[in-house]
């Protein structure tokens, strides 16, 4: 039997925990030193812990490096891990500025490392159902989709208590949230063309947005919506962050707040599938792109969100910055337009 690999984590923080929760139950990994500016995080973390990347990748030499920090530093610790030649999967947003998200799938390519981003919404097990009922032909066209996200984290005088660094960034609800469902949208139905978003800040204690309304147009033809606050909940904890619904030429599927997906025609809606899932973050998806990163390592495959692939997703958000400030639609980059800022 081929021996786990040996990962290392940088990051130890409010999701660098969810990740380490995850790596727990992967067979195919294990973490074996962790890096944190609060070095008793990175000892309660793993085996070996550390204050400086550089020094724990030269001292434990892992297989590869889960980069769970914030995006402002991805960059650099990415140019670290690049000139060791290790793999790397980043977590979500990619990166602050899209300058520094193209330079960061350069510096992958120019190492010849395996890139991946840690988008982990694409990964909940409903989204995977939906796209394997999909796949089998019965529900016709797709007609429309809507997801609505709600949690109420960002209301009152001291919003997003778990990361509270939300509360000055520039941008927001679209950049650290929504991004999921425009990739999540991307999985489902293909790439877009035009988004048009409006966005609005209701609680003044955060500098950015947290109400955003987008409809995303795909190049195929098909229109959707991405409907999200953050100061009110459908239910009291919402594994999928809220609901959708996905119609279809012969029927719809709704996926509730609790996880469920119910078949809906005219005759009523029966139940498809039931969320059990008790493990984990939001349908245990965290330790299922976790382990997509591992097993595609291990196969020489492909990740479905490589670093040049989520370029476009990265792009998505951005149009839909900028169609709010123009107050109009804006066209989404193609793939092939993007290599050429390559």
């Known amino acids: ?132 009922e999909m796949a089998k032909g019965g529900l016709g066209a797709p007609v429309s989709y809507t997801f609505r996200t709600r949690k109420r984290d960002g209301a009152g005088p001291e919003p997003y208590l778990l990361q509270p660094y939300f509360r000055t960034m520039p941008r927001v609800l679209l950049h650290e949230t929504l991004v999921h469902h425009i990739d999540t949208a991307r999985f489902l139905f293909g790439e877009l063309e035009t988004v048009y978003a409006r966005v609005r800040k209701v609680n003044p204690r955060i ?13 195929s033809g098909l229109n959707g919506v991405i409907d999200g606050n953050r100061f009110l909940d459908l239910a009291p904890d919402s594994p999928p962050l809220g609901d959708a619904f996905f119609e279809f030429e012969e029927c719809a599927l709704q996926l509730t707040a609790a996880g469920d997906i119910f078949h809906v025609t005219p005759k009523g809606a029966n139940l498809l599938w039931k969320n059990e899932v008790a493990a984990g973050y939001r349908g245990d998806s965290v330790r299922a792109t976790s382990r997509h990163f591992v097993q595609s390592l291990l196969a020489g495959q492909p990740f479905e969100t490589s670093g040049r692939d989520y370029l476009v997703t990265v792009a998505a958000v951005d149009a839909g910055y900028r169609s709010h400030t123009a107050n109009a639609a804006v066209r989404v980059p193609t793939k092939e337009e993007i290599e050429k800022d390559l």
């Open 207 to 219: 500098v950015g947005e947290d109400q955003v309304l987008m409809i995303a147009s795909h190049q």
């Open 1 to 132: 039997m081929t021996p786990p690999l040996r990962g290392a984590i940088a990051g130890c923080g409010f999701f660098g925990q969810i990740h380490l929760e995850g790596w727990r139950r992967i067979p195919e990994a294990r973490i074996v030193a962790a890096c944190d500016t609060d070095l008793p995080k990175a000892e309660k973390s793993a085996p070996s812990a550390f204050d400086d990347l550089e020094r724990m990748l030269d001292t434990v030499n892992p297989d590869f490096l889960d980069i769970a920090t914030r995006p402002e530093l991805h960059l650099a610790m990415l140019r670290i891990a690049a000139a060791r030649k290790l793999p790397v999967i980043c977590q979500k947003p990619m990166a602050t500025s899209w300058d520094d998200c193209l330079e960061m799938v350069r510096v992958a390519d120019a190492a010849g490392i395996p890139f991946m981003i840690h988008e982990n919404w694409r990964w909940q097990p409903w989204y995977r159902v939906i796209a394997s």
